[in-house]
């Protein structure tokens, strides 16, 4: 394989031309809502008024009641406040000139607010409904301010699913533990807007309006930082206060960590009272999430039924300087005949409280760590003779109990901060396998605490973790929103499509914007996903899972209900513990846990073979390598549905390493960064002869964008979570790279439906929902972005362009950056018509093209 990515390797896609959009017209048409308000300026400001008349009343009541039952005093002056905006029309941020601080941005333009705690309750707001009645200038945004909402609604958005299932049965006097998220970016959620040159600035004036913005943004960076240590300190005294008996369980020396912090917010694990956590719910100002931890549910091993003799297989060391995959996971046994050459021992941790020197796998029935490391070294069989050199060391990284649980003591965010910074600070390591996650669906609402932590721990360095979906219990529901395999049969709905119902969706931490998402496949049902495995689609509808591996199967007999199990010939064949006895090698367990170390074995071998490309080229080549199996490309297959069940399908190590005779593969090497509003654009010179080949050549296109950006929790939507978000598009038939740049940059703020013309291919997902051939998806939804199409030679012209375009996220910094990388590939579906080398000597001749053009 190595051979073969040498012989054919990736070449590099080459930046033609790029450019910034102009900024965006004002004006556009208004919602039908916001026009009946206008039409009704008495009438609807008299509503709203009323509203914030009532919430002041009431929360002065409340404040009396709170002196008397000798309740913890809140934040002074802040009063939360719930209300519907024009999500189109309305700026959430404007609302700090109405004396409102945005605690959360949610769907359909909900937003949990808060007073500004330096104004007398809502007198900004007030002064604003006044002028919109009166027909005074500064007044007419309020008719684009919908609806206050009564503050009793505010754990329907704030609650997790399963918290808000059982609100009322809160008990007051009950101990319990729950993760909280608490906003903590104040009024000023923006930095200031950089000033634009004006005509007739001279270049002394320009600087020094640019040094006074700077200085307003430095101020602001400084006052976020205050903010957030002002109320962890408000929190901490809430919580700990008497009447409520509380204690933040995820505190070190005192402080929250700085690994459950992000830009916007800061996280903890909390121990309270059911008196105490009512009141929090209700009445601290700043929260807008709050969760159970999550539960923890591997599918149960069955004693292992394989030959007790371990293989006389021998496994080498790797080399000295080979990659480093982390397995965050319930230890390994280290001393395992096939594995010891490749630990890293020196470097095993343990983090399990009370067992910080244990770091062996005491998971009962073979362990589980240890069968996820053996699968990052043996995707496939495990040999049983001879030798080979390993493809990567592996590090031991013991998160997990001997029950396979996360002790409640850890909380998944700082956690992963901890084992990250130990591994990639100290051993350079960049790929984790983290085979561990909830056991209810995620969350569809907020990025998870634990979810987002990945992503911020990616954001800030040069890392790829690899997270299994998750597994449907077999026998028995957990909670109320995860029903079982046997749930779904006694229900009758049939397998696979069982597993589009919502309480099959992945589970936490698998809908990480930046994580490498994984599901399970059964090799005796010829590729179909694995009866056990949760499906996509993930939070604000990004493809998930991205890929899917190997993970074993379930077997139902005829009975009612079914009897299910997994016998040895569904299960995939791993390496076990046999420190409570049992076999060296067995296939006795199944799960999703198992298919992800398989796709980080591509992952390191990707490292092995190119050690000097980011990771975001590593998840961007895993991608762009995988394939639909042959049922899901049937014509009666629902297409949809194959991408909610298996993503973008099984990775190839070999087309992930490098190419054949009929196929090439284009990369962008090393780290490109782009701005909102600009556009980058690759050129790819498609050779005469490849498109003169008639009707018969048929050529499978490939496009993978993958990028990272900064995470911000407390808005639901990826275009405010990310700092800034990408998205990829093609040229038209006869576009040169200057026509596309130009007409890209044009089109850059038109509406998503409008018409933009043909495109020269009809790809399969396209960039918004219902414009591929899939429809009720698209590929621009997450930071991983492929998609893909099948033409005939005769239909390709010569300038072959993509553009990646930056668009402006929850950071309006000018100067913010986010790294992509970008991969293009061309194959000829017949393997006998050799392609590689024409295009290899087309990209040459373009070069060279351009650099006399540079000359001229």
Not at 31 to 37: D, E, I, K, S, V
Not at 346 to 361: F, L, Y
Not at 569 to 581: I, M
Not at 724 to 736: A, F, N, Q, V
Request: with cysteine.
């Amino acid at each position: 394989m190595v051979e073969r990515s040498r012989q054919f390797p990736h070449i590099q896609l080459k930046l033609t031309t790029q450019g910034i959009a102009a900024p965006a017209p004002g004006g556009g048409k208004k919602n039908p809502q916001t026009a009946a308000n206008l039409s009704d300026r008495w009438g609807h400001g008299s509503r709203l008024k009323s509203s914030v008349e009532s919430l002041i009343s009431y929360w002065q009541d409340t404040e009396e009641k709170r002196k008397e039952e000798e309740k913890p005093p809140l934040p002074e002056k802040v009063i939360p406040i719930i209300l519907q905006i024009d999500p189109n029309a309305f700026d959430a941020e404007e609302l700090r000139k109405y004396g409102i601080e945005v605690i959360a941005e949610l769907e359909n333009g909900y937003i949990v607010g808060a007073s500004a705690g330096d104004t007398e309750e809502f007198s900004e707001l007030q002064k604003k409904i006044d002028k919109f009645i009166k027909q005074e200038r500064g007044g007419n945004k309020v008719a684009e301010i919908w609806e206050i909402i009564d503050g009793a609604r505010r754990p329907e958005y704030i609650l997790s699913p399963e918290l808000l299932n059982h609100w009322n049965q809160i008990k007051d006097e009950q101990i319990y533990i729950v993760d909280v998220g608490v906003a903590c970016v104040g009024t000023k959620s923006q930095l200031p807007n950089c000033p634009e040159r004006n005509q007739g600035d001279s270049d002394e004036n320009y600087a020094k309006r640019i040094n006074n913005w700077i200085n307003k943004r430095d101020l602001t960076y400084q006052q976020w930082d205050d903010i957030k240590s002002q109320r962890e300190d408000e929190l901490k005294n809430f919580v700990t206060s008497h009447p409520y008996h509380g204690e933040i369980l995820s505190i070190v020396d005192g402080n929250i960590p700085k690994s459950a912090e992000l830009s916007d917010s800061f996280s903890c694990r909390i121990q309270i009272s059911g008196k105490g956590l009512k009141d929090l719910v209700l009445n601290f100002p700043y929260i807008f999430d709050v969760s159970e931890p999550d539960e923890f549910a591997e599918i149960i091993q069955r004693e292992g039924l394989s030959d007790a003799a371990p293989p006389a297989f021998q496994l080498e060391a790797p080399e000295s300087n080979a990659p480093k995959v982390c397995v965050i996971d319930s230890g390994i046994q280290e001393r395992h005949s096939l594995l010891k050459a490749a630990i890293d021992s020196q470097n095993s941790r343990s983090w399990v409280p009370g067992k910080t020197d244990e770091t062996a796998d005491y998971v009962g029935n073979g362990g589980h760590g240890t069968r996820v490391a053996g699968a990052v070294l043996y995707p496939s069989n495990i040999p049983r003779s001879g030798k080979e050199k390993a493809v990567c060391w592996i590090q031991n990284a013991r998160v997990l109990d001997d029950k396979c649980q996360l002790p409640k003591q850890l909380f998944p965010p700082n956690l992963l901060s901890e084992v990250v910074e130990f591994y990639n600070g100290q051993t350079g390591t960049r790929i984790f396998n983290h085979s561990i996650t909830g056991a209810v669906p995620c969350r569809t609402q907020y990025m998870s605490a634990w979810a987002a932590g990945i992503d911020n721990l990616t954001w800030q360095k040069d890392i790829l973790l690899i997270v299994p979906v998750g597994n449907l219990p077999i026998d028995s529901k957990i909670g109320t929103t995860r029903l079982s395999v046997k749930d779904h049969l006694s229900a009758n709905r049939l397998y696979p499509d069982y597993l589009l119902e919502d309480s099959c969706r992945i589970a936490n931490p698998a809908q990480s914007f930046q994580a490498l998402t994984v599901g399970s496949i059964s090799l005796s049902q010829k590729d179909k996903p694995s009866a056990f495995s949760c499906s996509g689609l993930g939070i604000w509808e990004t493809i998930k899972p991205e890929v899917v591996e190997y993970g074993g199967d379930l077997v139902k007999d005829e009975s009612i209900p079914p009897n299910i199990t997994y016998p040895k010939n569904v299960c995939p064949e791993l390496v076990r513990s046999t420190l409570n006895g049992g076999p060296a090698v067995a296939a006795d367990n199944v799960g999703t846990s198992f298919a992800a170390p398989k796709v980080s074995h591509i992952a390191a071998s990707l490292a092995a073979e190119l050690p000097d490309e980011t990771c975001l080229l590593y998840r961007a080549l895993i991608v762009q390598s995988a394939r639909w199996p042959e049922w899901a490309i049937a014509d009666e297959v629902n297409k949809l549905h194959v991408i909610r069940q298996i993503g973008y399908g099984i990775p190839n190590l070999e087309r992930a390493l490098g190419n054949f005779p009929n196929r090439i593969t284009l990369i962008t090497r090393g780290e490109r960064f782009i701005k909102a509003r600009q556009a980058h654009v690759y050129q790819v010179k498609l050779p005469k002869e490849l498109r003169s080949q008639g009707e018969e050549l048929e050529i499978l296109v490939e496009v993978t964008l993958s990028y990272k950006a900064q995470p911000r929790r407390t808005r639901r939507n990826r275009r405010k979570y990310l700092s800034t978000w990408l998205d990829w598009e093609c040229s038209k038939r006869g576009e040169d790279p200057k026509l596309f740049l130009a007409r890209i940059l044009k089109e850059y703020d038109a509406p998503e439906d409008a018409e933009k013309g043909e495109s020269i291919f009809k790809w399969t997902l396209g960039k918004q929902n219902n414009h591929g051939i899939i429809k009720d998806v698209s590929r621009s939804a997450g930071t991983l972005q492929k998609d893909w199409t099948v033409v005939r030679s005769f239909e390709l012209t010569e300038a072959f362009c993509i553009a990646v375009v930056g668009h402006e996220g929850w950071n309006n910094d000018p100067d913010a950056t986010v790294p992509y990388s970008l991969v293009v590939s061309f194959e000829a579906t017949k393997a006998n018509i050799p392609i590689y080398a024409s295009l290899v000597e087309a990209q040459v001749e373009l070069e060279v093209e351009q650099q006399v053009e540079i000359k001229s």
